[in-house]
């Protein structure tokens, strides 16, 4: 089974030639490689609370472990869909405008930002909130874009 190259979980060991790299690990995933053979590439470096990803990585074949990788959602901006209580005395409010990074091991991560005092924008921490499944489900992409010039559809 072929998955879409992307960002995962992956649930199974990964083979690192004659070694095995424990499970959960958050991985980037390639449907193909230069071998031919589907890759998985390790997280290099974490500068924002993105992880970048290199461009060595360890060739994967064996359907039970390409099947076992979860899809995770991209690193980036996102609003609380819902309003949720992390404990007793702390509520997210709807809407909440969070960023959303993972650690090694694929747990995801959503950091609050503060107003910038000196200046118009937001500052992220570095450390932020694991959060369990129900709450990553109520995570909605934001698009931070702006105005910018459509792609031009091609006329057959």
């Not at 959060?131 to 091609?154: A, C, F, R, W």
């Amino acid at each position: 089974m072929s998955k879409d190259c992307g960002l995962y979980r992956s649930t199974h060991p990964i083979p690192a030639g004659e070694e095995f790299i424990e499970a959960p690990r958050l991985v980037y995933y390639h449907n193909h490689s230069q071998q031919g053979d589907s890759m998985v590439i390790l997280p290099d470096e974490n500068v924002n609370n993105v992880w970048s990803f290199g461009e060595k990585g360890f060739l994967v074949s064996n359907d039970d472990f390409i099947d076992g990788l979860e899809p995770m959602k991209p690193q980036g901006f996102y609003r609380m869909r819902e309003h949720f209580h992390p404990n007793e005395d702390q509520v997210v409010n709807k809407n909440a405008l969070v960023q959303l990074g993972y650690n090694g091991q694929a747990e995801p991560i959503i950091f609050f930002p503060t107003a910038l005092k000196d200046k118009n924008g937001l500052e992220f921490p570095t450390s932020g909130m694991k959060i369990p499944p129900n709450i990553y489900d109520l995570l909605e992409p934001v698009d931070l874009t702006g105005p910018h010039v459509p792609k031009q559809k091609h006329v057959h």
